[in-house]
Structures are given as structure tokens and as C-alpha cells.
């Protein structure tokens, strides 16, 4: 399972419990946060998925560092409020980039850290992770931990 990792403050715990709930999946971290600004915050996300990573036992894979992608996918959306239109834009980007990373890897299935936070929309990330699961013939796996 490929899982698309934002920051440790979600990541630990989130792959903690993924790891009870499938001892026999292979998990494997997938940062890719191309809407982290400054890079400086960027590197020390990275740095912090990196610990529990190593902690927990699981491979990391960082993907690109794409920031005028990012830019260019949300301009004209700097205003909006968290769950607005800008995070779907940021969830249809980042979501897809797993299950592309999933296809690449072999992975039969993908998931999120986002889904751990209260400060993100599950009903988006559900119809999102759903769409994309159905596109690319991957599991999409949902967990509210």
C-alpha cells in the first residue's frame, strides 16, 4: 500500500495503526507536498516523516518538489478558506500523483495521512481517493483513525 504522507504530526500515528490494520501489506510512505512553502518547511516535514518512517520500520519515496505546478493548479484560488475549492484542487493533485506512484510501484492500493486530520474535508478525500481508485483500477483505502 502507497501512502501519501504530509507531515509526522499526522504520518506517526496514522502509519502506526495502518500497520495493525494490514500486518501482511507492504506500506510503503509517499511524500509528495509540492504545496508546502517555504521549502525550508518543506525540508524539516521531510526530515520529521523521515524519523517516524525509520522508526516504524517503512521505506520512504519522495516525490518532486513541483512548486510552480502547485501554483499554477491554484491561481486564483489564494483566498479561499481551509476546505475550500483550493484543497480540492490540492487533494485532486496530490491524490493522483499516489495512485500514479502506485501504479509505478506495483501497488494494488493507495491512502492518505490527510484523512487524519480535523482540519481537512473525509468527504472530499472519500469522493476524491473513490475517483481515482476507479480510474486506475487501485484500492482506495479509507480510514478515519
Not at 49 to 64: D, F, P, R, T, W
Request: net charge neutral; charged share 25%; hydrophobic share 35%.
Amino acid at each position: 500500500m502507497l501512502v501519501h504522507l504530509c507531515c509526522s504530526v499526522d504520518a506517526g500515528y496514522f502509519l502506526k495503526k495502518l500497520k495493525e490494520d494490514f500486518p501482511a501489506e507492504d506500506i510503503v510512505g509517499f511524500f509528495y507536498d509540492p504545496n508546502i512553502q517555504p521549502y525550508s518547511e518543506y525540508a524539516l516535514r521531510l526530515l520529521d516523516v523521515q524519523y517516524s518512517c525509520n522508526k516504524l520500520g517503512i521505506n520512504l519515496i519522495e516525490g518532486a518538489y513541483d512548486i510552480n505546478t502547485w501554483f499554477n493548479k491554484v491561481k486564483g484560488l489564494e483566498l479561499e478558506p481551509e476546505k475550500g475549492d483550493r484543497c480540492t484542487v490540492c487533494f485532486d493533485l496530490r491524490l493522483e500523483t499516489t495512485a500514479l506512484k502506485a501504479l509505478e510501484l506495483n501497488h494494488k492500493s493507495f491512502t492518505t495521512t490527510l484523512l487524519i486530520s480535523p482540519k481537512k474535508s473525509q468527504d472530499k478525500l472519500q469522493i476524491i481517493g473513490e475517483k481515482l481508485a476507479n480510474k486506475y483500477k487501485l484500492q482506495w483505502v479509507f480510514k478515519d483513525y
